[in-house]
């Protein structure tokens, strides 16, 4: 009975994993290439909305008992 390869199979995991570990940066890559201008700005000014308070620090619900 003919035994396993397990080098040649570790090997080949190993290079699927690379694979797509590269077409993720490129993907990334090109993403940031073809951002259009103007979106990083307004993901900053929807965080900063005035008309949302936040809770003060330490101010969480807490029975004083």
Same mark, same amino acid.
């Given at each position: 009975m003919p035994r396993t390869n397990f080098q040649y199979e $570790? +090997?080949?995991?190993e290079l699927e994993k $690379? +694979?797509?570990?590269d077409e993720k940066a490129k993907r990334k890559?090109?993403?940031?290439l073809h951002k259009p201008p103007g979106e990083e700005g307004e993901a900053v000014e929807e965080a900063a909305d005035p008309q949302v308070e936040a809770e003060p620090v330490g101010q969480g619900e807490r029975d004083p008992a």
């Open positions: $570790k +090997r080949q995991r $690379k +694979r797509k570990t890559q090109e993403a940031k």
